[in-house]
C-alpha cells in the first residue's frame, strides 16, 4: 500500500509518496514601501506597507527568487536605495518596481549622496519604473566592488537626472570581478552633469567592462540635456 501524504504550505499542494517529504521551493512574496503612509515596522504588505529604503536593505537577505519590492508611485525618498549583496536566478529575478497611480516612485540624492539607486555583489535583479535625481556623482552607479561578478541586472524604464557625472555608470575590475549580461531598456537620463563632477559626464558610461559574449547592452536608451 502506498503512503500518500498531502502538504499545504502557503496555499499550496504537494504530494508526498511512502512519506517522503517532497522538496518545498520557496514562496516569492511581494513587499509594498510608501514613504508617505508605511512603517518600517509594518509587515510589508499593500495595507500596510514598509515606510523607507533601508528597511528594504535590512530585510534583503529574506528575499527569495520572484521576490517583487513595489515602491508607491508618488512618493519620495530621500536616501540611496542600496541593492548589495543578494542575488535572484535566471528564472527568478528579483524586481524592484512600482505600484500605484502617478507620477513615478522618486529617490532624491539631494546633492549629498553619491548615488540614487548603488548596485554591489548583486545578481539577477530588475529595477524598473523608478526615477532619481540629484545624484552628487551617478544615478544609478553598477559596480563590482567586493565579492562576487554581478551578472543578470536589467534597468528597464528608470529615469536619472540631475546627476553630477553620468546617469547610469556600471565597471567592474577585470581579472578580478567581471560584470556580465547587464540590460539597459528604455532608459531616459536627463541634465547629466549637473554640479561639474565629471570631466567627461554623459548619460551613459560603462568602464572597464567584460568583452564576454553578453555584457553590457543599451535598447531604445537616451539621454538629453
Same mark, same amino acid.
Given at each position: 500500500?502506498?503512503?500518500? %501524504? ?17 522538496? &518545498? ?6 513587499? !509594498? @514601501? ?10 510589508? %504588505?499593500? =495595507? ?12 534583503? =537577505? %529574506? ?21 548589495? +549583496?543578494?542575488?535572484? *536566478? *535566471?528564472?527568478?529575478? &528579483?524586481? #524592484?518596481?512600482?505600484?500605484? *497611480? ?6 532624491? /540624492? ?13 545578481? !539577477?535583479?530588475?529595477?524598473? $519604473?523608478?526615477?532619481?535625481? +540629484? ?7 553598477? @559596480?563590482?566592488?567586493?565579492?562576487? $561578478? ?11 537626472? /540631475? ?15 567581471? @560584470?556580465? +549580461? ?22 551613459? !558610461?560603462?568602464?572597464? @567592462? *567584460? ?7 543599451? !535598447?531604445?536608451?537616451?539621454?538629453? #540635456?
Amino acid at each position: 500500500m502506498t503512503d500518500i %501524504t498531502v502538504y499545504k504550505p502557503a496555499g499550496l499542494t504537494f504530494v508526498s509518496i511512502d512519506g517522503t517529504p517532497p522538496v &518545498i521551493p520557496p514562496v516569492a512574496n511581494t513587499y !509594498y @514601501v510608501s514613504f508617505s503612509t508605511g512603517l518600517d515596522t509594518n509587515p510589508g %504588505t499593500l =495595507a500596510l506597507p514598509w515606510k523607507t529604503l533601508n528597511k528594504v536593505y535590512l530585510a534583503r =537577505a %529574506t528575499f527569495t527568487p520572484g521576490t517583487q519590492v513595489l515602491l508607491k508611485c508618488g512618493d519620495v525618498w530621500k536616501e540611496t536605495f542600496n541593492l548589495i +549583496n543578494h542575488a535572484g *536566478t *535566471t528564472a527568478g529575478q &528579483i524586481v #524592484y518596481g512600482s505600484y500605484g *497611480t502617478g507620477a513615478l516612485p522618486l529617490i532624491d /540624492a539631494e546633492k549629498i549622496r553619491n548615488s540614487g539607486i548603488y548596485i554591489n555583489n548583486a545578481s !539577477y535583479l530588475t529595477i524598473k $519604473d523608478i526615477k532619481v535625481i +540629484n545624484a552628487k556623482y551617478d544615478g544609478v552607479y553598477i @559596480v563590482t566592488a567586493s565579492g562576487g $561578478d554581478i551578472v543578470g541586472i536589467k534597468v528597464q524604464k528608470v529615469v536619472s537626472e /540631475a546627476a553630477g557625472r553620468y546617469g547610469f555608470f556600471i565597471e567592474s575590475s577585470p581579472g578580478l570581478r567581471w @560584470v556580465e +549580461n547587464i540590460e539597459y531598456r528604455d532608459c531616459f537620463a536627463h541634465m547629466t552633469g549637473v554640479g561639474g563632477l565629471g570631466l567627461w559626464s554623459t548619460g551613459f !558610461y560603462a568602464y572597464r @567592462v *567584460t568583452d564576454r559574449a553578453a555584457g553590457v547592452h543599451y !535598447y531604445n536608451c537616451k539621454s538629453t #540635456y
